[in-house]
């Protein structure tokens, strides 16, 4: 879904975000921009991460929060601001509305990691959880509104909170001046439309591109005038925006030069990355930018990119998972099906040879009800952790050599044959 422009807002110009600079100054962190050599091995580009997961709410949305805030009147400030935002923004508008004195609510969707849900009430906020999308969250944040008479603080459809974003990219320029490219991840567009501004200000012959998760593809829909469908569990929740901005629509399709969808498993392939070689913690949204990178590297390679890593809040149980998922996707932890006649001592025998050969059990489960087992026998299904292809089909020559025939179990991930 998306909106018609609302010509009753002024377009956001360089100026507000110069004057967003002044207003940030020393309230929030001038987070590092440093090259990323591993992730430059792997994607072919020459990448430079800007580190916005390292703000105090660990994501990039203090900007916007703050600079709108601090517009505010004395009374509008006594009325107190309400938002609805999926975790992020809600984390920034709690914790500068309590820095400020604001009483602040925030809607948040039913479904929003637990671990933000607590860190915006740590903040000091009012949480009221509401709704499976940010859409009906927003439903119930514009009935409190109307009803308390409190400031509408949106998470990207407002000028001020652009004007915010959009000063990442000037710290960008500053510290990498010659960057051929921006890929900045796509909501609601707010800090695609304010980076977009200020990067073309600075230096008018840089590429935007914007970066989707594939399930949600609005801006994409508003841009193209297509109707791909919108909706379902995505990793990066964060940007799971069914209904793109009036004031971020018509600066994307101004100064945006192209969109990507990026799937969901180079969203969990690209969070591992980040944690595995760049040693930082990246949500699904914060890494859609090296995950379209990873899914179209000739779009990028040659190309000094800039990446915005733009937040870190994910789910420690969701992590674990995909550190185990890209393990399962590398064939380093794979199972194996081994017929072995059903006596004692054997399963004794199986775990001494894979101990012997180096690998790692992690599960082991009987199945002695198969038809295609014999009576006097049964499978063992295993897994286990192993070095590479080479390793796997060492330990499967074993296992035949000792009259235990083995075959590899697809899970739909692995890599190896």
Not at 282 to 295: K, V
Request: aromatic content about 2%; some cysteine; charged content about 20%.
């Amino acid at each position: 879904m998306t909106a018609a422009p609302d010509a009753s807002s002024p377009p956001l110009t360089y100026a507000d975000i110069l004057a967003a600079r002044a207003v940030l100054a020393g309230q929030v962190m001038r987070t590092p921009m440093l090259p990323a050599p591993p992730l430059s091995a792997i994607t072919g580009a020459e990448v430079f991460v800007k580190y916005e997961n390292l703000q105090v709410t660990n994501s990039f949305k203090e900007r916007g929060a703050l600079v709108k805030l601090a517009s505010l009147s004395a009374d509008e400030r006594r009325r107190g601001v309400i938002a609805m935002s999926a975790g992020n923004h809600a984390q920034a508008v709690a914790l500068h509305a309590s820095r400020l004195g604001i009483p602040a609510t925030i809607v948040m969707p039913v479904t929003t990691p637990f671990v933000k849900v607590a860190a915006t009430r740590s903040h000091g906020a009012t949480v009221v959880l509401d709704g499976e999308t940010l859409a009906e969250s927003q439903v119930r944040a514009e009935a409190i509104q109307a009803a308390e008479n409190r400031v509408w603080v949106h998470p990207y459809d407002d000028t001020a909170v652009m004007a915010g974003q959009g000063t990442i990219a000037c710290e960008m320029l500053e510290d990498v001046p010659d960057l051929d490219m921006l890929v900045i991840p796509i909501g609601g567009g707010g800090l695609i439309g304010g980076n977009a501004v200020a990067a073309k200000a600075i230096r008018p012959g840089i590429s935007i591109i914007g970066v989707e998760a594939g399930l949600y593809p609005s801006m994409w829909n508003a841009i193209h005038g297509e109707n791909r469908p919108v909706g379902g569990p995505t990793l990066a929740e964060g940007i799971a925006v069914k209904i793109v901005g009036r004031s971020t629509l018509p600066v994307v399709r101004d100064l945006v030069d192209d969109i990507l969808l990026a799937s969901e498993s180079d969203l969990e392939r690209a969070v591992n990355l980040y944690l595995t070689r760049q040693k930082t913690i990246a949500e699904g949204a914060g890494a859609a930018g090296l995950a379209a990178m990873l899914a179209a590297p000739e779009r990028f390679r040659g190309a000094r990119v800039g990446l915005i890593l733009c937040g870190g809040n994910i789910d420690p149980r969701i992590l674990a998972s995909i550190m185990v998922r890209e393990l399962e996707r590398e064939g380093r932890i794979v199972s194996v099906r081994i017929t072995i006649p059903d006596r004692p001592g054997v399963l004794g025998m199986v775990a001494t040879l894979l101990g012997r050969l180096g690998a790692n059990i992690l599960g082991v489960e009987h199945r002695r009800l198969f038809l295609d087992t014999p009576a006097k026998g049964t499978k063992l299904d295993v897994t286990l952790e192993v070095r590479d292809g080479a390793h796997l089909h060492e330990i499967l020559a074993a296992l035949e050599a000792e009259g235990l025939p083995a075959t590899r179990i697809e899970t739909g991930g692995g890599q190896l044959g």
